[in-house]
C-alpha cells in the first residue's frame, strides 16, 4: 500500500483543487499527505472516550432504533439526528458489538472507538450526499443483507467484520466530484492510481492508513492482518459503478449455471461484493419519504459539480447539468438502467421477503417520479400557453 503521493502536476484547471469544492477546508488534501499536517497528529493521542459508552450505553430514542437496526425502513436521517450527527460511529459499533466480533477478534476498544472517529471524521459533511450518513445508511443496508438466510448461515465471522468494516469505509474521504472530473482536471490522484477506479483506490486506501494509524489490526499476525486490508479493497474496489456490467454479468452467469457455493470462500467474498454493491445503490429501494430525500442529495451533487465545470468552462458531465436535468429524469434513468438489473439478480439469488420489499418499493418510487415528472411537464407548458398570450396582448 503506497502512502506517498506523486507530486502534483502543472495544469491550467489546479485550481479546481478542492480548494474550490471546499473552500473551508483549504487545508484539507486529499491524500494520505495530509497526515503529516494534521492537528490530530500535532496534538497527540485524542482524549479517550469514556467506558461506559463503550460498554453500548445508548439512552432514550436512539437505543430503541438500534433495536430496529434489522429493519428495511430504518430511518437513517432521524437516528443521525438522535446520535448528533454520530450515526457512522454509534451504528458500526453497535453492528460490530451486536455479532460478538469485538471480543471475538480481541478488538481494543479504545483502538475502535478512535478508529471509527476518525473514518467519521474523514468523511466530508459539506458533501450534499457522499458523506458519514450515507456510509451509515450502506452499513445498515449491508447489515440487513448479510442477514438474509443464505448469508446468514454461510458467512464466517472475518467475512461479517470485513462487510461491516468496508461499508462503513467504501466512500471515505469523497470529494464530492466523480472520477472523470479528476482525470480531465488532471488531478494528482488520477495519475496516482493511473486513471483506474480512482475514488475507490483512494477510499481503500484512506481506509487501511486508519486502520494502520490506530493499530486496530496491529495485535494480528501481520500476514492475517494485510490479508485482511487486501480483501477490504477488493470490496470497496467493487463498488466502482463503471465497472458494473462486469460484475452483473458475473453475477448472471452464476446465476445460470448455478453454481454459487458459499462453503467456497471465493464465492462468499464475490456474494459479499454484491451485497455492498446493492447497499451502496439501494436508495431507490427504500420508502418513498427516504428515497426522495436521497435522490434529491444525490442529485443536488452532481449539480454542483456541473456548476464547476461550467465556472471553468470545462465539459459539463452528463446528467450533471441543472438547467436541463431534473431529479426526476436522473432518476428514472438510474432505476432503468442501473438499479432494476442489479436488483433483479439479486432477487434471483436470495428471493426473500426483504428482496421483493425492494423490487415494491423500486416500482413505487419510480411511478412517483414518473407523476412528478408529468406534473411539471404539465406546468411547464401551462406557463409557456400564458406567456405566449401575454406577447400576443
Known sequence: VGFEPEGRISHPYLCIDFRTLHSE?????????????SSRLLRGVPQQIPLHILDEDYTGQARC?????????????????????????????????????????????????????????????????????????????????????????SLTSCDILLGLLAAATHDLDHPGVNQPFLIKTDHYLATLYR??????????????????????????????????????????????????????SRFRR???????????????????????????ICNPCRPWELSKRWSEKVTEEFFQQGDIEKKHKLEVSPLYDREINTVGNIQIGFMTHVAEPLFAEWTRFSDTRLSQTMLGYMGLNKASWSGLQQEQTSVSKEAEAEEDTFLVF
Open 254 to 280: 452464476h446465476l445460470d449455471q448455478e453454481n454459487l457455493c458459499l462453503s467456497n470462500a471465493s464465492h462468499r467474498h464475490f456474494i459479499l461484493q454484491m451485497a455492498l454493491k446493492c447497499a451502496d
Open 195 to 248: 486513471n483506474t477506479s480512482v475514488l475507490e483506490n483512494h477510499h481503500w486506501k484512506s481506509a487501511v492508513g486508519l486502520l494502520r494509524e490506530t493499530g486496530l489490526f496491529s495485535h494480528l499476525p501481520a500476514e492475517d492482518s494485510l490479508n485482511m486490508e487486501r480483501e477490504l479493497g477488493s470490496l470497496i474496489l467493487a463498488t466502482d459503478i463503471s465497472r458494473q456490467n462486469d460484475y452483473l
Open 25 to 37: 477546508r483549504v487545508h484539507r488534501l486529499l491524500s494520505f499527505q495530509r497526515y503529516l499536517h
Open 65 to 153: 432504533m438500534l433495536e430496529k437496526v434489522g429493519n428495511w425502513n430504518f430511518d437513517i436521517f432521524l437516528f443521525d439526528r438522535l446520535t448528533n450527527g454520530n450515526s457512522l460511529i454509534t451504528l458500526t459499533f453497535h453492528l460490530l458489538n451486536q455479532y460478538g466480533l469485538v471480543e471475538l477478534f480481541q478488538l481494543d476498544m479504545v483502538k475502535l472507538w478512535r478508529f471509527l472517529v476518525m473514518v467519521q471524521e474523514d468523511y466530508h459533511s459539506d458533501n450534499p450526499y457522499h458523506n458519514a450518513i450515507h456510509a451509515a445508511d450502506v452499513t445498515q443496508a449491508m447489515y440487513c443483507y448479510m442477514r438474509e438466510p443464505m448469508l446468514a448461515k
